[in-house]
Structures are given as structure tokens and as C-alpha cells.
């Protein structure tokens, strides 16, 4: 019997361990790194912050750093591109993170924190405040671009029109 037990445990072994040789989707492996990105921030700061206490004063503090590092011009106010989706010249406005990509690494940590023990109803990603601090990036950069976000309608119930599928010309039924 000892000797059956020990061949269970090996072929055990060995599922696992083909389970962890296995590439990791594009998404997991972002926020793999999104999540040791975020452990790397909290043990760099002074006093270091241990990941099972920080809050979402940390998240918020770890979004605004990371806007050194974005690829998005956010003209302000005074410039005289601001407003222009297509600004004709170079400007000395700041480059910063897009609110997409915030809005999608806010998901990924969000998924992760749970998936490392977190809790979901006091996950610090999905606070109130890093909602609203999301809301006020993405409003001031379609300010500063002159192209507003429009949230996509949903129809409940309602029957969508069959059109040709080249034009989007409605085809009458016949």
C-alpha cells in the first residue's frame, strides 16, 4: 500500500508542476506583473509597507507615480492646444498615464489582491475614492483633448436592426 500511496503522490506532484510549466495568458502574466510592480512600490517606500496593510491612500499615491512614466500629452489649461484633439505643434504639456490603461491596471490589481487572499469587501482597489479618482482623470483628459468619453447605451429588450453589414444601411424586412 505504502508503495501505491507514494505513486499517487508523485503523479500529484507531477500535475502540478506541468500546470505551472504552462505559459500564462497575456492577461495573467500582466497582472503577475502589475501585482509584484504594486509589492515593489510598498516595500520601496519609507517606512517599507507591508502588502497586508496598505490602503487606498497607497493605491492613489502609487497612481500618481506611475504618471512619470506615461506616454498620453494632457494639455492644461493655459495651453493653446487644450481642447484640440489633433494639436498642430509640440507643447510643453505633461506627458501622463492614460486613464484606458489605469482603468485596466485597476482591474488587474483588483483581481489579484483577491487572488492572493484579499478580501473583496475591502479590496483598497475598488474603493470609492479610486473610482472617483478614475472618473476625474478620464474627464480631464477628454477635456484636454476636446473628445468627450461617451458611455456605450445598452439596449435591454430592445431588437437590434438588421442592416447589410458593409454600410450599416438598415435592410427592410421582406
Known amino acids: ?10 503523479s500529484t506532484n507531477d ?3 506541468q500546470q505551472r510549466a504552462l ?18 512600490y510598498l516595500r520601496n517606500q519609507r517606512p517599507p509597507i507591508a502588502i497586508s496593510q496598505f490602503n487606498s491612500n497607497h493605491v492613489l499615491e502609487f497612481l500618481r507615480y506611475l504618471d ?26 505633461p506627458l501622463r498615464q492614460a ?30 475614492s479610486i473610482r472617483i479618482y478614475l472618473r476625474e482623470v478620464k474627464d480631464s483628459q477628454a477635456k484636454a483633448r476636446g473628445i468627450p468619453y461617451k458611455k456605450k447605451s445598452r439596449r435591454r429588450g430592445a431588437t437590434k436592426a438588421k442592416t447589410d453589414g458593409y454600410n450599416n444601411i438598415p435592410i427592410g424586412e421582406s
Open 99 to 128: 486613464w484606458g490603461s489605469l482603468d485596466a491596471l485597476i482591474g488587474r490589481l483588483r483581481a489579484a489582491y483577491e487572488e492572493n487572499g484579499g478580501l473583496p469587501e475591502v479590496n483598497p482597489f475598488a474603493s470609492g
Open 1 to 10: 500500500m505504502a508503495e501505491g500511496s507514494s505513486r499517487s503522490t508523485a
Open 68 to 93: 512619470q512614466f506615461g506616454k498620453t500629452k494632457v494639455h492644461l489649461h493655459g495651453c493653446i492646444y487644450f481642447g484640440q484633439p489633433e494639436p498642430p505643434g509640440p507643447c510643453t504639456c
Open 15 to 17: 500535475q502540478h508542476h
Open 23 to 40: 505559459p500564462l495568458s497575456r492577461y495573467e502574466s500582466q497582472k503577475r506583473r502589475d501585482w509584484n510592480t504594486f509589492g515593489q
